[in-house]
């Protein structure tokens, strides 16, 4: 099957996603077949007004977190040469999570916006996983990496959950968050989200030829003109600031950017020129079926995002790592 057909039948099936989300909901005067006219036309109504102000911006988060993670795993997985590297994998995600949950709980202490706070808790716990693995000095070990990141993401998400303990109305405000419910998404929460989306597309098509180098390993990247060490430190630094953004938009979700990268890999093959606009469609559109799911699982009542990308994403993971021979 030609890329350009295979292209055109994952953007449809995105959009199928994007006006599913836009669809379902409690609502019985809205639906498929009249979504779309509720998008475009202002009939006053409250079915249009159900649309464009609650749904809308929901949709918007959840495609924009999807194509933020799933190339911050792509990126991940590229500078490792690892199959299981990913946002979540390498304790990034939880990071994040607790730089949030650090600037909730002593506001006046940090005194940073929470986004700043998610960005700098995902590159800290990115460097210490990086660290332990040897990345940043010599050779990186990838079951180390692993390893690694399980071990910086337990303690980060452990004391996460400590915040839980402090304060009744604290706690319940983290335990939605860390869940990633996006129900009461806002359309102010959709623009700085989308302005980290195109730079992070942007980037990552500028780094797409030096990641199809670092996938010949060190000396060949050193014999062609790239720095290894300098590129790893550019991707996982991009990852964490794709990770954080999304973290601090809409709460830790879970293994887009490991699902993602792998299909698109089989589905497109490996040169990254092609997979990073594919990827990020792609993780678009995985985030906005799993918001379809989220819908739909307990309707009229609503399961958070966070629970159902864990829920799709956990059993590919051991698929994943059963599947992986070796660990380069």
């Known amino acids: 099957m030609p890329v350009v057909l295979r292209l055109v039948i994952l953007a449809a099936a995105v959009l199928l996603c994007a006006l599913l989300s836009l ?101 800290v716990a990115g460097m210490v996983t990086f660290a332990i693995a040897g990345g940043l000095g010599g050779r990186l070990d990838s079951m180390r990496l692993i390893l690694a990141g399980v071990t910086v993401g337990a ?56 990641f199809n180098i670092l996938a010949l390993g060190d000396g060949a990247s050193q014999g062609l003109g790239v720095d290894p060490r300098r590129r790893r430190f550019a991707g996982a630094l991009l990852a964490a600031i794709l990770t954080g953004a999304s973290v601090a938009a809409a709460g830790p979700v879970m293994f887009v950017g490991l699902v993602m990268p792998h299909l698109c890999r089989r589905w497109f093959g490996a040169d990254h020129r092609v997979l990073v606009p594919v990827v990020a469609l792609g993780g678009a559109g995985l985030v906005l079926a799993a918001d379809v799911i989220s819908k739909l699982v307990r309707f009229p009542y609503e399961t958070p995002l966070g629970i159902v990308c864990a829920l799709i994403g956990a059993p590919y993971f051991l698929y994943a790592t059963l599947r992986t021979r070796s660990m380069a």
């Open 23 to 123: 669809a379902i909901g409690p609502r019985g005067d809205v639906g498929l077949g009249n979504v779309v006219q509720l998008l475009l036309v202002d009939d006053g109504s409250l079915a249009h007004s159900a649309v464009v102000d609650l749904r809308l911006p929901r949709t918007l988060i959840a495609a924009l977190i999807g194509v933020n993670l799933a190339l911050a795993g792509l990126a991940l997985q590229a500078v490792t040469r690892n199959p299981l590297a990913s946002e979540s994998v390498l304790g990034i995600n939880q990071g994040a999570a607790l730089g949030v949950a650090l600037g909730l709980v002593l506001p006046g202490l940090v005194g940073v916006n929470p986004g700043v706070m998610a960005i700098g808790g995902a590159i």
């Open 155 to 210: 303690f980060s998400y452990a004391l996460v959950r400590f915040t839980f303990t402090l304060e009744d109305n604290l706690a319940r405000a983290m335990l939605t968050w860390t869940a990633a419910d996006i129900s009461a998404a806002r359309f102010d929460q959709a623009l700085p989200l989308a302005l980290w989306a195109l730079g992070g597309l942007a980037a990552s098509v500028a780094m797409a030829h030096s």
